[in-house]
């Protein structure tokens, strides 16, 4: 074998195992905080709502508990590609992957971590299908209960009756978007 003299291959596989192992708790560590309580998890939909919806709910909640105001994450070489560099001595945050067919960690940076004159894209809701499809997967996860309501527009927490509401209006009166905590 050509790398028998310095790399054994065994060692490699055994490491990115721990990692990506590492990984998964993490990510479902961090997704328990997000389940926590009502509030918690209000804060985590009006956070992830600047991250976009290309990053699994996992990742999502791993970036956030890095850092909380995260509001454009990618990767060093995507950053590149935005004329973006990232900044020396940036921790990147881990993330699960796939690619080729199998999972990996992969290391993601915020805007915050990068410099570079030029401006990075914005994620958007591409459709309300989009949107549909979110609020089913809610419903489904969610340990309080997660009534739509007309069109979706906006969401609120009702304290009292311990719901998340979706609802195409929402009058000030009755029901404010939750603000992040801390």
Known sequence: MMYEDGFNIEEWKAKKLAERQETFAAQEEALKDVFASGQTLANYFYQRGRLGSHITAGNTALILRANPLACAVMSADDWSKYGRRVSKGCTGIAQIVRSNGYYAVAKVFDVSQTYGNKPYPIAAVESTKQIEKAIDVMREISPIPV????????????????????CAAIPSTQCKIPKPQG
């Open 147 to 166: 009534l739509p309501k007309n069109e979706v527009e906006g969401f609120c927490y009702d304290a009292e009756r311990q719901e998340l509401v979706f």
